[in-house]
């Protein structure tokens, strides 16, 4: 049987086929969401150029998922049907899950290669969890019962925000004033990074000097000052919500860091000062000392998620 896997999020999807008991995809092609007016368009594309005729298909999707439909959280026009999708395309079966459930699905089966940790802490067979920015912050937890690994969706992402100083309270009012809830997504996503430099930029009465994530991640690669202090802050923050997202799912196997934006920032990674802002969550720091944090450098993770999703079910 030929699968047909997606990785769908508000800028790009990702698709390919997978049929091995590794779940690794192979004939991978991206689809920008801006070609294609539906969901459907796109998948059409990606089997056109490849003349692929699958049997079945799993889609994560960037977004919560209600049974056999979906909808992009940023790609409102975007719309996803499992059932129109089985008759358009001749699929025997289409499942639909959250694109972090495909991340957390895929942790068993990544290669040591794609894995690196920040700090000492080593993971376990115990429950873990998926998150991470990229166009949003998602996040899903991973339960094992027996040999069975089974996700656990969640919309994490948009828990409130909670500042921990007077400069990062000041960044959230600033913020509040044209969104009226600041959530974790809010500033410590794809979509947050530019909101994060430009309160930074009000702040310290400088002028906003780039808009757009990839620009502020290039800049800070080249250690430009301001776009170094706006990493620095986003990398804490998130490692701050990684830890709450630690203690939510009681993740002691570990916490993996997936999506698209914190590993473009690895190299400006501090472990020390990353598992400090991880670890602070009293009264329960011993327990958080004892949980890894992986940083996931897999750019299939997502499809061996979906892979497995169809093997070892939602």
Known sequence: MTLLVGDIG??????GLAGGDDHRPYDMEIERGDDHATFEDAVAAYLEKRDARPDRAVFAIAGPVAGRAARLT????????ADALEKRFGLQRVDLVNDFVAQAASLPYLDASELAAIGDAQPTDATKAALGPGTGLGVAGLMRDGERWIPIPSEGGHIELAATNEREAA????VRRSIDRVSAETLNSGIGMPRLHAALAELDGRAVDHTETPKIVAAAQAGEPAAVETATLFLTMFARFAGD???????????YVCGGVVPRLKALIDPAAFR??????SPHEAMMREIATILVSSD??????CAATARNGP
């Open 245 to 255: 997202m630690a203690l939510v799912f009681g993740a002691r196997g570990g916490v």
């Open 276 to 281: 400090a802002a991880f670890e602070a969550k």
């Open 74 to 81: 940023n790609r409102g026009a975007w719309s996803f049907d």
């Open 300 to 305: 299939v993770s997502g499809l061996i998620g």
């Open 10 to 15: 508000g800028t790009n999807s990702r698709f």
């Open 171 to 174: 960044i959230v009012a600033i």
